[in-house]
């Protein structure tokens, strides 16, 4: 197993340009999640799903889009970039998610270092 | 605002020594999870505990959890140079699917 994988591992905007950060994984979780990391910082909640065709939004949304089509893939939207959202992006994954109830150990990808300038 | 609180924030101390570490939380959860982030990388889970569990195990983990005053310890015994690295914890609310992170405490240990 792959694990969770995430790609690009550095990028650098402009401000106003969009891109798509990419994650997958290969253990059939139904949970993702895609959180930033701030220098100094934990780690916030972006979005999050419970399985295919599900989203719901986390603690700092605003920005960002997410679709969930198959339980594999989860890729992050930044619509109009900002300077703002410089940050190292992780995304994450669970067993538990839909009809599991409650939440389980995540697994994380090794992140994708955004600068935007 | 974060759910978890960790603290101290830094820690150093010597290799062989113990290092404790303190969470704190705001609601109700179902369980209560420890990781640990080497500089730069993803993070790595250690230790999950549930709300109906008090204390738990793991190698030279210590975790307790004490839901009364909802806050948990970290305790790693017996530390090597090799544990240097930020530790966070994290919650997820009853009744939810989102996880909150606290803000870190960054351990070294020096050889």
């Known amino acids: 197993n792959a694990g969770v994988t995430q790609t690009p591992k550095f990028q650098v905007l402009k401000t106003g340009q969009s891109m798509t950060l990419q994650c997958a994984q290969d253990m059939n979780h139904e949970y993702m999640s895609w959180y930033r990391q701030d220098p100094g910082m934990g780690l916030r909640l972006i979005h999050y799903?419970?399985?295919?065709?599900?989203?719901d939004q986390g603690e700092v949304p605003n920005g960002y889009n997410v679709s969930r089509s198959t339980t594999e893939d989860f890729p992050l939207r930044l619509l109009s970039a900002a300077p703002s959202q410089t940050s190292v992006y992780f995304c994450?994954?669970?067993?538990?998610?839909?009809?599991?109830?409650?939440?389980?150990?995540?697994?994380f990808g090794p992140g994708t270092r955004l600068t935007v300038l | 605002s974060q759910q978890g609180e960790e603290d101290p924030q830094a820690l150093s101390i010597q290799e062989g020594e113990n290092a404790t570490m303190n969470c704190s939380y705001k609601t109700s959860i179902n369980n209560l999870q420890w990781y640990r982030q080497n500089s730069g990388r993803g993070l790595v889970h250690l230790i999950l505990?549930?709300?109906?569990?008090r204390e738990k195990h793991s190698g030279r983990l210590r975790v307790t959890l004490d839901t009364s005053k909802k806050s948990s310890s970290l305790l790693i015994t017996a530390s090597r140079a090799a544990d240097t690295a930020s530790y966070f914890c994290a919650t997820d609310k009853t009744g939810t699917y989102k996880y909150i992170f606290g803000t870190g405490t960054r351990l070294k240990v020096l050889a």
């Open positions: 505990i549930r709300s109906n569990e």
């Open positions: 799903s419970v399985g295919a065709g599900i989203t």
């Open positions: 994450a994954s669970s067993p538990r998610g839909l009809g599991g109830g409650r939440t389980d150990t995540q697994y």
